[in-house]
């Protein structure tokens, strides 16, 4: 079975700074989706940005880049010129190409101090 | 649309009776997912559907819980006969029909519906 793991429960951040949030997965297939949900405190969860494994190039969206490497099995995320608004639990999540549940990890609160 | 609703936000229940949550999916998403998530946790896969059809179960939906989607569209997740331990968010998810690689496998998740059971 397919697992998620995110090792740091709590991150923090200076506004403006750089952090990095790790994820690790571990599975036997070899095409799948990952994907980083941000969820606000007593807010929706929400998409911050998707991997295909099949691509070899990092996601980026913005402020938001990924670190993909794939033999590792290893997803992270990385936030820059971080602000205020991007205080939040961060879960990393594992979707099979075959099966169609969503495997997620234990998530990262992130603190952004100013 | 603006996306995913869910009814109640917030529901509190005595041990023992049944409950019944409500999803509204983003318009002609034909995917629909349901979540559990406990505090301080990743929301865990309970079931999802395919149009009307039921397609997969966790074995974290024991008997007590039962999901429809009668018409493809709105779902109800019912848990009969609560237990203190079935308190959680149960969130609900929908993704699109495949309009190119990756883009239905991304899901859009609601505001969940918080269970308390005294």
């Known amino acids: 079975a397919q697992t998620v793991t995110q090792s740091q429960p709590e991150m923090s951040v200076q506004e403006a700074e750089t952090v990095t949030l790790s994820c690790t997965y571990d599975?036997?297939?070899?095409?799948?989706?990952l994907f980083w949900y941000k969820q606000p405190p007593s807010r929706q969860m929400i998409l911050v940005i998707r991997?295909?494994?099949?691509?070899?190039q990092n996601a980026t969206e913005n402020r938001f880049s990924v670190n993909f490497q794939k033999a590792a099995k290893s997803f992270s995320l990385k936030i820059s010129d971080s602000q205020l608004g991007d205080a939040a639990m961060y879960f990393c999540?594992?979707?099979?190409?075959?099966?169609?549940?969503?495997?997620f990890g234990a998530g990262t609160r992130l603190t952004v101090k100013p | 649309d603006t996306g995913v609703s869910q009814n109640p936000r917030h529901k509190i229940t005595k041990r023992g009776q049944n409950v019944t949550f409500r999803c509204d999916p983003i318009?002609?998403?034909?995917?629909l997912y349901w979540y559990r998530q406990t505090l301080g946790q990743g929301p865990e896969f309970l079931t999802y559907?395919?149009?009307?059809?039921?397609?997969?179960k966790s074995r974290l939906l024991s008997d007590r819980f039962s999901a429809e989607r009668p018409k493809g569209s709105f779902s109800t997740l019912e848990i009969q006969r609560t237990e203190q331990g079935d308190s959680a968010m149960y969130l609900c998810?929908?993704?699109?029909?495949?309009?190119?690689?990756?883009?239905?496998?991304?899901?859009?998740f609601g505001p969940g519906t918080r269970l308390l059971v005294l």
């Open positions: 599975t036997s297939e070899s095409d799948y989706y």
């Open positions: 999540a594992y979707r099979s190409a075959i099966l169609d549940d969503m495997r």
């Open positions: 991997q295909e494994a099949y691509k070899q």
């Open positions: 998810a929908s993704s699109p029909q495949a309009s190119g690689q990756g883009a239905r496998e991304t899901q859009y």
């Open positions: 559907f395919q149009n009307e059809a039921q397609l997969e």
């Open positions: 318009s002609e998403h034909n995917r």
